[in-house]
């Protein structure tokens, strides 16, 4: 019951947190694609410039005013809500999937971490995360915003470096991801909207405002704007094991934040020119390249030392069995032909608590991904994913809670490979 009810508190808050996040990614898109394509020809007295635009059946005039329209409307519409419920949404997202089971999905198998201690460093890096870029951007390297820029860049991929140390694969990226995520949020409630309601105050008692605060709204916005697309990825991230369980993980969520980066760049400046189209054939390839990189790169795991005549001669080869694998550290991948006996045995004992129709693991009530290892033909059909899951990515079992082996994975490795045979 208490599995069920989790589950749908998941649905219910990583529904909201993409709604929410949808209307402020969403507004902030549109908002700087008005920026960029505003008619700043001729424009009208006191006018930055307009345009027009058609939409949903209505043709729209939209102006921007230099500073302000010499009456205010009575109805000003402020973007904020999106931002603040965006992030709200996600610490309880953060909370429901991460902190109520550290053991399942954020501490690294064998790390040392207690859940407490787990929760504590995730929640306490977004804090630090927003006070320390808070700070770097008020210091003087604020005055040099390309310097700024690398620096923080350096600072996350860091972070990234320093949470894989502790954290899952994907509990380290969504750290990161939580403490963009943060940044974001607090620009928006610390600097952007103060900003704003100092400018109208300025106009509502009819003195210049200072001068100081649009620039620093606006660095704050350039850095939301470039932000936008790595956090995206990152959180969709847990869908894909290459990426955030190589032991380069921080590297290839590095290399991905560059591509997108760059691409936001060309967006950023296609109105001006299209001086940045090579970014995204060279975003394009460096995905590729980030895809070879990342493939599998071990071994096929040999069948049998002599070449293979026919299989019966694998069959007639001395089986190997757990038991009687040596227990030297680096233990040799198994030879000989692995029978589905050995291979049902462990898939019971390591994975058929959760991948159940009953699971018996008292997180899950339903097979986790729909995924069940009740039958042997289950498991066969399945064996590709087993195979990506639990011996290419290792990330299963989760948290390796049931504490399956080096030796345990090679042999399902093996028996799939001699093309997973149940009978
Ligand atoms: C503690 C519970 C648990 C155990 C034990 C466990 N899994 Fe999973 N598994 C999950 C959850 C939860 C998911 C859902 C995906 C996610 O949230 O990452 C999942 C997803 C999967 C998927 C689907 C992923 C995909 O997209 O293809 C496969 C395959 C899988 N597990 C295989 C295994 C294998 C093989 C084992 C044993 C070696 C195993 N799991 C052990 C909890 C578990």
Redesign the pocket.
Same mark, same amino acid.
Do not use: S, Y
């Given at each position: 019951m208490e599995a069920h009810l989790l589950e749908w508190l998941n649905l219910a808050v990583r529904w909201v947190h993409m709604i929410v996040g949808i209307a402020w990614i969403g507004a902030s898109f549109y908002f700087n694609w008005l920026e960029n394509n505003l008619n700043r020809a001729n424009p009208r007295e006191g006018l930055a410039g307009d345009l027009w635009a058609i939409h949903g059946g209505g043709i729209y005039h939209l102006e921007k005013y230099k500073l302000a329209p010499p009456a205010m409307p009575e109805n000003l519409h402020w973007f904020k809500w999106e931002a603040y419920s965006t992030w709200m949404s996600g610490v309880a997202l953060l909370t429901v999937v991460y902190y109520l089971n550290p053991t &399942?999905y954020l501490i690294a198998p064998g790390s040392g971490l207690t859940p407490g201690v787990a929760v504590v460093l995730g929640l306490g890096s977004l804090v630090v995360g927003w006070f320390f870029y808070d700070l770097l951007c008020e210091s003087r390297l604020g005055q040099y915003p390309r310097l700024l820029a690398v620096t923080l860049f350096v600072l996350l991929v860091l972070a990234a470096w320093a949470f894989n140390q502790v954290f899952s694969g994907r509990g380290a990226y969504l750290h990161v991801g939580a403490i963009i995520g943060t940044i974001m949020v607090g620009n928006v409630f610390r600097v952007i909207m103060p900003a704003q309601r100092a400018l109208l105050a300025a106009i509502a008692e009819n003195r210049p405002p200072d001068p100081s605060l649009p620039g620093k709204g606006l660095l704050r916005s350039r850095h939301n704007n470039y932000f936008t697309l790595p956090v995206l990825f990152i959180m969709i991230s +847990?869908h894909f094991p290459s990426t955030y369980d190589s032991s380069w993980n921080w590297v290839i969520l590095a290399c991905l934040s560059v591509l997108a980066i760059l691409v936001r760049h060309y967006f950023n400046t296609r109105h001006k020119s299209h001086k940045f189209a090579w970014t995204l054939p060279v975003a394009a390839l460096g995905l590729l390249c980030l895809a070879y990189v990342t493939g599998p790169t071990s071994q096929p795991i040999p069948v049998a030392q002599a070449p293979i005549a026919n299989k019966a001669v694998v069959v007639a080869a001395a089986p190997a069995t757990v038991t009687s694998l040596p227990a030297a550290t680096e233990p040799p991948p198994p030879t000989g032909n692995v029978s589905f006996e050995q291979v049902n045995a462990i #898939?019971q004992q %390591?994975?058929a608590?959760?991948?159940s129709a009953t699971p018996t +693991?008292s /997180?899950?009530s339903v097979a !986790? *991904?729909g995924?069940m290892f009740d039958t042997p033909e289950q498991i066969h059909l &399945?064996a590709p %994913? #087993?195979a *990506?899951?639990?011996v290419a990515a290792q990330v /299963? !079992? &989760?948290?390796n #809670?049931?504490r /399956?082996t080096p030796q345990e994975r090679d042999l399902i490795g093996a028996w799939i490979n001699q093309g997973a045979v149940i009978h």
């Open positions: &399942l +847990n #898939i %390591r994975c608590v959760c991948h +693991n /997180m899950f !986790p *991904a995924v &399945l %994913r #087993i *990506a899951q639990a /299963m !079992p &989760l948290g #809670i049931t /399956m």
